[in-house]
């Protein structure tokens, strides 16, 4: 599986943004689905995930500030970013399991300016 992910960029406290990821693989037969970050000097950490059979869960930080969805037809997943503050500052990546197989797609850069 191939993942494309994209819309990172540079935004100010309290803003939103939008995080997209294509797959190569017909999405509704990825088990799972998820978005990472990783900030400077940190591990990177699971932000959001989404099964095949629609279960999403939640970091505790991004609660009620994200969210995660997907489009079938167009085999992408989503990350939607609101109220954004400088501790969601860093690296995003896409990833999917796929069985056994786990994939990432390359990171996307997030920066919040406070």
């Known amino acids: 599986v191939q993942l494309q992910a994209s819309g990172g960029g540079l935004v100010q406290a309290g803003g939103s943004l939008r995080l997209s990821c294509t797959t190569s693989k017909r999405i509704i037969s990825i088990n799972k689905l998820a978005w990472y970050r990783q900030a400077p000097g940190k591990q990177r950490e699971s932000v959001a995930s989404l099964t095949s059979v629609g279960i999403r869960n939640y970091a505790d930080s991004v609660k009620g500030r994200f969210t995660i969805s997907r489009n079938i037809d167009n085999n992408a997943v989503y990350l939607q970013m609101d109220s954004l503050n400088p501790e969601d500052t860093g690296v995003y990546y896409c990833?999917?399991?796929?069985?056994?197989?786990?994939?990432w797609g390359q990171g996307t850069q997030v920066t919040v300016s406070s």
């Open positions: 990833f999917a399991q796929d069985g056994r197989l786990t994939y």
